[in-house]
């Protein structure tokens, strides 16, 4: 049922976005359009046809896409961890993808680079995490996010001189402009290319919700069951540093969905990771949908996507973190 309620009130929030905006759209001329087969119908306007169906729409699509991909990864994350803090940037997979389109927009190159710059440079920032941790004696969780720290720094500090050697009149902006996040530039022909691998990445995490149950377990717990733990933790943090990475690459830098919204589905439908990574998925994709509204709504010119969630996911947290407080106190303030 909470399933069902979630995709409900993301689709009337998907309706309202395909209306809301600095041109408005009213709700016949939606329904025209709609109907319509393509949107060719004579009836429907052509300058609506144009901002519904190629403006607002695929920035919709790829906020369903991104928000159900980095919810489901963050879920994923804080299983495989068992900390409910983590975030997809744990193991460094977000300074690697800023970095790496640092250097493709110095570069000079196309947008498109620039995305692939930002995938590749996560990947990268993740596997030098992971080759760190072998150097360390400690096993398992520990070492993981030393390399991570670790690797996370390294690309931290390459990214504030990559900014340094930018070019203050041109480069600087644009990486600036990328850091803080925006669905500006989704259309259809990039969601030609990202989205398959964006939905078969989410039907493995939602496929394997079970087995985060099991890796939330100790680990000697999780082997009496007949889990390979190590190689299974590594499957699933390779799965979500790929979603991660996806959704940068997509939309830059887009925090507090990954952190958020799996407590959020915690609370409405309980811990185990069965009922709660179809919640997670639909709950992000909301949250995406109506961020970027907001986004391109709220002033004439656009605020950076980045910051609206970062400011309601604060303060969406500080709600989660008292309604967890009050349930741990048996209700009482």
């Not at 919810?71 to 975030?87: D, E």
């Not at 300074?95 to 995305?115: H, R």
């Not at 080759?131 to 690309?155: D, P």
């Not at 811990?271 to 995406?288: D, E, F, I, N, T």
Request: glycine share 10%; charged share 10%; aromatic share 4%.
């Amino acid at each position: 049922m909470v399933v069902v309620a979630l995709l409900l009130a993301l689709f009337v929030m998907s309706a309202v976005a395909l209306c809301v905006g600095r041109y408005s759209v009213d709700g016949q001329q939606l329904m025209q359009l709609l109907i319509a087969p393509f949107g060719a119908s004579s009836e429907s306007d052509p300058v609506v046809s144009a901002v519904v169906l190629q403006s607002r729409l695929p920035r919709i699509v790829a906020a369903i896409l991104i928000g159900a991909a980095l919810s489901c990864a963050g879920a994923s994350y804080q299983a495989v961890f068992r900390n409910p803090l983590v975030s997809p940037d744990l193991l460094g997979v977000l300074s690697g993808a800023a970095c790496g389109a640092a250097v493709m927009i110095i570069a000079g190159l196309n947008p498109l680079l620039v995305q692939a710059g930002a995938f590749t440079g996560g990947l990268i920032a993740v596997a030098a995490g992971m080759s760190i941790a072998r150097v360390f004696k400690a096993q398992g969780l520990l070492s993981l996010l030393m390399g991570g720290l670790i690797a996370n720094a390294v690309f931290t500090a390459s990214l504030s001189l990559l900014k340094y050697l930018a070019d203050p009149l041109d480069q600087l902006p644009a990486i600036v402009d990328w850091l803080l996040g925006s669905l500006a530039q989704a259309n259809w022909s990039m969601l030609t290319w990202i989205s398959v691998p964006m939905l078969v990445l989410l039907a493995i995490m939602l496929r394997l919700a079970p087995l985060l149950d099991i890796l939330s377990l100790p680990d000697e717990e999780a082997q009496s069951l007949g889990i390979a733990v190590k190689r299974q933790r590594l499957l699933l943090i390779g799965i979500a540093t790929l979603a991660s990475a996806m959704t940068i690459s997509m939309a830059g830098i887009i925090g507090w969905v990954g952190l958020l919204i799996p407590h959020v589905a915690r609370l409405l439908v309980g811990a185990s990771h069965r009922r709660m990574m179809p919640v997670c998925a639909v709950a992000g994709a909301l949250c995406m949908v109506l961020s970027d509204t907001l986004a391109r709504s709220l002033s004439i010119s656009e605020i950076p996507l980045g910051v609206i969630t970062e400011l309601t996911g604060a303060l969406a947290f500080i709600l989660v973190l008292y309604r967890v407080g009050r349930t741990l106190n048996g209700g009482k303030g």
